[in-house]
Nanobody, 125 residues
Framework: VQLQAFGGGLVQAGGFLRLSCAAS????????MGWFRQAPGKERESVAV????????SYADSVKGRFTISRDNAKNTVYLQMNSLKSEDTAIYYC???????????????????WGQGTQVTVSS
């Protein structure tokens, strides 16, 4: 299984970026796909999760109203639209996928079996 993430970059505060992550080798239609991020000196944290074909989504409080997660199950791909970016959104963003994730653990990195390589998002103020 491979997850490949794309779309990071440098953007000014208030700008937007769209991340995408394509999975190959296994379908995650019935599993969870999500985005996590890790800033220097901080632990990896959940940003947004799409659970079970995208029927359920969940966001960190810090990104609610600004970020939107979506998925194309036919392409086995998950997206993260990030609007109104802030300097505190600067981090390496990782996509993750898992078939054994349950709702109570979907925000925990250890619940996911597969990870992408990470893509840097830098927001300048």
């Amino acid at each position: 299984v491979q997850l490949q993430a794309f779309g990071g970059g440098l953007v000014q505060a208030g700008g937007f970026l769209r991340l995408s992550c394509a999975a190959s080798g296994r379908t995650f239609r019935n599993g969870a796909m999500g985005w996590f991020r890790q800033a220097p000196g901080k632990e990896r944290e959940s940003v947004a999760v799409s659970f079970r074909s995208g029927g359920t989504t969940s966001y960190a409080d810090s990104v609610k109203g600004r970020f939107t997660i979506s998925r194309d199950n036919a392409k086995n791909t998950v997206y993260l639209q990030m609007n109104s970016l802030k300097s505190e959104d600067t981090a390496i963003y990782y996509c993750a996928a898992g078939l054994r994730v349950i709702m109570s653990t979907m925000h925990l990195p250890q619940a996911y079996d597969h990870w992408g390589q990470g893509t840097q998002v830098t927001v300048s103020s």
